[in-house]
């Protein structure tokens, strides 16, 4: 899409110089706007043509009943949905009574702006109607980082050539009609009308509406105000329905003239709120955002912005496209989760109804670790939303059988939506990764508060799942058996290393906590035996390992089962789980994502180079990247073992996920979690960033490998760690470690200890590793930019 | 429910003496009568008050789609529900207007009793209305096993005291209304009005109704003829509507005067013949019948059964419950599939809808090994069906990505209608029992056109489908991975034992039997490298086997899984699929059903004795019967390891899971793979009988190892194989072979060849080996019979 001659390849912006009617909802997923509250599609001004129009607000959703034609014990009932809310963004346009329809008439000129530092979507055209008047549009667009219900709008007209009489129509809109979906009625029942009216009201330039959800039963409501700007002959008048209030604005306009059209949109909701406090809520901030105004709005977005870019941009010399991936990517990984406070990150942010607006593992395995590093403000939220969720953790935990708590694989507010089991329930991973995402955030925060509070709850419930979970087979080794891992083309493995490997972490990190927090240790009932269980397992921990192959097995046996038969497979046929039933994928060597590969990345300490290498290169000739949260962590891998172009080729895939439409659907929302990727491919991968286990008493420190593919000349970014901010910047020879501010830090260069402080830059060379021969991938699944049959050489062969 | 005093115990028939409105639907079930086209439930003939009430035509279903809140390729997209056809029994009676509803007024007497030589479901009653007349009624009802499409019912009444007015309503009735089912609107939108009226006809004393499935597109005819015997005063009508046909029959009888019914019903179904010949055909079977008249229906049904008695009956002496309930089981066999006539055998034969009137691999490995031996013709139909679905289970093969066939997991017309696919596709078993069904029949039988026409066909796809679901590992071994065995408690296996030793005789027998027929070999495109190849697959079939343990797995690695606790699972926590989740039941030791045990059954020569011994102890301690399909198989492997106390145990229950209502569901219709399992127990199980693999040249032999328990004085029963009729009658210390009919036969007594010829019996002592201690049950699972803490001496302990 990028690629597409209409968008352009520029380092702080997305640009899109035309409109591609084609490319309606890709746009819209890439031009959304969202403070991690309040999330608005990227939808055109006017409403229409559209490819999905929407507006959401985290954890606002719909419930409905979970079919099963052979139901089962334990399957969930019912399933959550996001749901589109009152769309605050519509501002429609008639021209001499023509509506603004860009599908008709002349589009002369049309331009989009995304500006990473203003956090302002800007448009401007010039149209001719079908009648032959053209008149010029420009609007600009945000969502406030600092008001977090507030979003808004400036739009304005003017003639080109001749007078026009112009209406400007500035709606808050109410189940808006949207696409039909295909073949989905259960979908298409939440969908259709979800809000029913309690309130609506317009009075002068003032607009409201109160709805709420039928069956959740959440109040949903949205405030407008608006400053008017036009010639003398400028009218309003606003009128309101159940599900659409309307400010109309006329004038006569002579060329020269303009009518401008400031709107300030709140959005707020309440489970528990009355319909009073829901009102005086929205009501409250707009009036604080009329306060402010737009400029006072657009000021504070451009202040928070340089804030978040200070301590989180990543500049990259030498692949245009990739600078500007990877500050799109941060961008909206900074949108998805800035002021969720306590809410949920979905799979797609608030950008799309891609996945139901379902949260999953990406969240805590993904996207907290770059925001830990790059605005740890945010992450702590995520974690309390978690924690906020435990009584229905703990009791799905017990309708299972289990001890602790059992997250769900995919929710909005907190329980199981997940409707196919070996898939959802059986990936207990996800427990592993939430107290994996805990640890991490304290240690880079030093948040010791939360480690007393949430955290402990969170580690000792997941402890207590995973000793429930395993048991000791009669040699006394500790086994997880009827799991799934990561990968998805697998299902209720025995050992899924990955599992086991995090679970080891997660009950060694838990039996720690107690430890250091005796009181609250006791108040939970953990007493020395239960820590000592936890520790017995973590050392007990079943590893498989097929000592033939030399390699690590993804889950015992899993190296035994016959291969995939990549040569027979089309490559029309990818993704595979499109073209072969779960029960062939899950008895083949066939890998959807990053699994075993996953377990070396957060694991790094549990295995040697060596096992790295090989490990990385058995699983790269199965591994077929039909998800989108592979390429990053084989990037990683890639990196780790030496194979530099492999991981700039899968560097790039992980960026381009949805710029240049990847998988397909980016229309549906962004991949939240690929795009943290991206940062993670650069941090993680070239800059070889670990967090190493320490001795005892010596916390976990950050270790760093930096490596440039030749691609790149240079590769510059900054993370922070307890208040303190390191600058890497790495060339292709010397790597130099900058402290911005704080107090003087250790950090490993390639193993090797080295003390850091504020205005005494450490230099130091970047070690050229020789690698073996580059791994290969399944037959038509190499990374983007390395076509089959071309060898590291470059040159390609039969 | 035998036990409950309205029940008697006796040799030849089932008699309720009195009505129990609690037991009304069970009763429905174990008085339903078939001939395996038709069925009818044991309704009151007046219709109410009723259970379900039901009259099936088998292989009439109507289709529905399939619901999955996340969806799969390879998914079914629609399933099959056998429906409530025109239900040509019911038979209303007024008595000076008081409606005869036995709930109101008093029932002075009413007994039912079901005739097993007779096959005639006779029904006598005094019944006072609630305004104080008193009547007598009699009926007597049957489904012709000689003319298909007939059913017949007398019906009479007589006043006791005074004179009554009486009116007779005989009825035909479509989309008969059903009790509510809780939960299931797919299913209630099949099973309410699932036909569509095409045609009602009523004249004088005959009657016809058809109608069309909406979506199946099954056209459904009945009709009825009657006879009508009365006083002077008796005056008959009959009208018709879309949905019911109606003959009322008024009489004023004094006492002594009786007013006497006798109606004559043909079914019948198409799917292709027009609204003419569908209603012709009816005309023209109610005309036979009526030609035929009772007495003649009732003489021929008579004689039907004698010649059935003849080759099946088993005697059993020590113990008349077991008597009464393996005759009851042989009938209830013998109606499931007497007629069907290349239609399937439903899991509940034609006597409910539990399952969705689905077939399962119960039809090939229960049901067809007692009818090979007691009643062959009816087996060459049955496998003429499952062949006459080879395209539909070919095309299923080629959706799975496999080669040859892959028959459906459950269905009535030939579609997989299996919609949890870890327990319905991935339960491949159901081929090679289809396989070897059909290389049982042809041994038996010595149907040998069958063999090269059907048979072959068969075995091939069957055998092609094994190839291709299998590989070889690096050492040559050939794994069959991620399948389900019998044991639906665990799912998804590696190498599951049953599978392979089952897969290899397909395999084999293919492979024979294409060498015995080269032309149609070719025809098939079966070539030398294949049959090699089937047999090399064949030699090298892993076989789990735990060395440590001494004993093999029923899947690899399924002994090393964490146990089940069934210390701590309360004894209403059964069946444990309705209390726990499959994630859990997978991954630990605890079995639903015979698996590993069947495997002993089904492949004797492929274990040795004193394998067989420690199998069945170790799995007797994890296997929980949480199936009707498993008693009779441990039942068989008790009597095999010398555990006759075990084996007649699980032999009472496995006779008793309809009559006692074991599974508490019986009201949903007949266990037909249990009541199969009763012959199995014992002829299989006390007999010892076995199909043992020939040498060369030498087909397969039947052998006996006949052994009674304690409780039972002897056991006698006759099988027929190629036309010979071998009667064995075992005593405690001695068993006599007789030939009662044709050419001399080799059979082998506990290993010892003995010819029987006519006229020639041979008599044989028993062998009393010693046994080692009586296996395990879990907790609270011993058999019924034996109590917990209750030591084979009978004494309890704690």
Redesign the interface.
């Known amino acids: 899409m990028i690629t597409h001659s209409c968008f352009t390849v520029e380092p702080w912006c997305l640009r899109e110089t035309e409109l591609n009617l084609d490319l309606l909802a890709q746009s819209e997923s890439v031009f959304a706007l969202s403070n991690g509250h309040v999330g608005w599609r990227g939808n055109l001004d006017e409403g229409e043509p559209h490819g999905l129009p929407g507006a959401y607000l985290n954890g606002v959703y719909e419930r409905h009943p ?5 139901a ?3 399957y969930p009932e019912s ?1 959550e949905t996001m749901i589109n809310v009152t769309d605050g963004k519509v501002v429609r346009l008639l021209v001499n009574d023509h509506p603004c329809d860009l599908r008709y008439g002349r589009l002369l000129e049309h331009e989009r702006v995304l500006d990473f530092r203003t956090g302002v979507l800007s448009r401007t055209a010039r149209w001719t109607t079908p009648g032959g008047q053209t008149v010029r549009i420009r609007s600009r667009r945000l969502v406030s980082f600092t008001q977090r219900a507030v979003a808004a709008v400036v739009y304005e007209v003017e003639p080109v050539h001749g007078t026009v009489t112009v209406a400007v129509q500035s709606e808050l809109v109410a189940n808006e009609q949207l696409p039909h979906v295909e073949g989905d009625p ?1 979908v298409a029942a939440v969908t259709g009308s979800p809000l029913v009216a309690e309130e609506h009201f317009a009075q002068e330039t003032r607009m409201r509406l109160v709805h709420r959800t039928g069956v959740s039963g959440l109040r949903v409501g949205a405030a407008a105000d608006h400053l008017v700007e036009g010639p003398e002959s400028t009218r309003w008048t606003s009128q309101s329905e159940p599900d659409v209030v309307r400010l109309t604005v006329t004038a006569d306009l002579k060329p020269g003239q303009r009518l401008r059209l400031v709107k300030f949109v709140a959005h707020g909701w309440s489970g528990q709120r009355s319909l009073p406090a829901v009102r005086d809520q929205v009501e409250g901030a707009v009036a604080a955002a009329v306060s402010a105004g737009w400029e006072g709005l657009a000021a504070e977005q451009r202040h928070f912005l340089d804030r978040f870019w200070a301590g989180a941009d990543v500049e990259v010399e030498g692949d245009a496209q990739i600078q500007q991936a990877v500050r799109f990517a941060l961008f909206h990984v900074l949108q998805a989760a800035a002021r969720g406070e306590q809410r949920a990150i979905p799979a797609k942010g608030l950008t799309g109804t891609g996945y139901d607006g379902h949260s999953f593992w990406d969240t805590e395995s993904y996207v907290l670790p770059v925001l830990s590093l790059t605005a740890p403000q945010a992450v702590g939220p995520v974690l309390k939303w978690r924690h906020r969720t435990l009584p229905a953790a703990r009791e799905r935990a017990r ?3 289990l001890e602790g708590a059992a997250f769900p694989w995919r929710t909005i507010n907190g329980a199981e939506c ?5 898939a959802g ?2 990936a207990f991973h996800v427990n592993a990764d939430i107290a994996r995402a805990a640890v991490r955030y304290v240690m880079v925060s030093g948040d010791e508060e939360f480690e007393r509070a949430e955290g402990l709850d969170l580690l000792v419930d997941t402890a207590r799942l995973w000793r429930s979970l395993g ?1 000791h ?2 040699e006394g080794v500790f ?1 997880i ?3 799934t891992g990561p990968d998805e083309y697998s ?2 493995a ?1 050992d899924n290393l990955y599992t086991n490997v995090m679970a080891r972490q997660n009950l060694l990190a838990a039996a720690d906590a107690a430890t250091r927090h005796p009181d609250r240790a006791e108040e939970l009932g953990v007493d020395d035996e239960e820590t000592a269980a936890w520790r017995d397992a973590a050392a007990r921990m079943a590893i498989p390992y097929n000592e ?1 192959l030399g390699v690590h097995e993804q889950s ?2 899993f190296t ?3 291969h995939w038969d990549f040569e027979q497979t089309p490559s029309d046929h990818y993704p595979l ?8 994928l ?3 060597q066939v890998v959807k994502q990053a699994d075993l590969v996953l377990a070396m990345l957060e694991c790094p300490d549990a295995f040697t180079d060596e096992q790295k290498a090989r490990n990385f290169a058995y699983y790269e000739a199965l591994t077929v990247r039909d998800s989108s949260l592979s390429a990053c962590c084989q990037a990683v891998l890639a990196a780790e073992t030496g194979h530099l172009r492999l991981a700039y080729a899968y560097l790039r895939e992980a960026a381009l996920m949805d710029l240049e439409d990847l998988e397909h659907n980016t229309r549906d929302g962004l991949h939240i979690a690929s795009l943290a990727g991206t940062w993670i491919a650069v941090v993680v991968g070239l800059g070889g960033l670990r967090r190493h286990a320490g001795e005892e008493g010596n916390p976990d420190r950050l270790g760093f490998a930096p490596r440039l593919p030749e691609a790149l000349s240079r590769v510059v970014f900054t993370v922070t760690v307890r208040g303190r901010r390191l600058k890497v910047d790495i060339g292709p020879d010397e790597v130099r470690y900058v402290l911005v501010e704080g107090e003087p830090l250790v950090v490993l260069h390639h193993g090797e200890p080295v003390t850091v402080a504020a205005g005494a830059p450490v230099q130091r060379p970047v070690p050229h590793l020789p690698a073996g021969p580059e791994p290969q991938q399944p037959r038509g699944r190499r990374p983007i930019g390395l076509t089959d049959g071309q060898e590291p050489g470059g040159e390609p062969q039969d």
């Open positions: 979970l079919p099963y034609a052979e089962g014990y334990g399933g259960r309708l299972l059988g997940s409707a196919y089991w070996p329930t059986a048991h087979d009669p086994h058996d009827g799991v299902a209720v025995r033939t015992a046996g035994r089962l016959q789980l499109l073209h072969y039933p779960y029960f062939d899950y008895r083949k």
